[in-house]
């Protein structure tokens, strides 16, 4: 695989303290991985072809005013998947945004 179709990313992943029982996180750690462009495409895709039903399914009106558009806040994760990012405490942004405009 050529180093052009690869592409860099900064993980985070929680740090644990050993000594207790139950896990206590420390912080956060990074790492850069890389990944290939085909396997990230892939995964995209697949992501915005699960979703899909959920966008569709959405009223394109709120009493007088109208949703013009959907952001997705998504991030990558170690192995190139594509994971919808909740809310986190952490101050953990997401690595890919998405807005979905709706077709006139």
Known sequence: MANND???VLTTSAVQEEKSGLPKF???????IKISTE???KNLKDFLEKI??????QT???GQFSVS?????????A???????????AGI??????KLTRKD
């Open 6 to 8: 690869l592409i860099t």
């Open 26 to 32: 420390k912080g956060f750690s990074s790492s850069e």
């Open 39 to 41: 396997i990230l495409s």
């Open 52 to 57: 899909k039903p959920v966008i569709e399914s």
């Open 60 to 62: 394109t009106a709120i």
């Open 69 to 77: 558009e959907i952001e997705l806040n998504l991030a990558i994760n």
């Open 79 to 89: 192995s190139g998947g594509i994971d919808l990012i909740g809310k986190f405490d």
């Open 93 to 98: 942004e997401g690595g890919i945004t998405i």
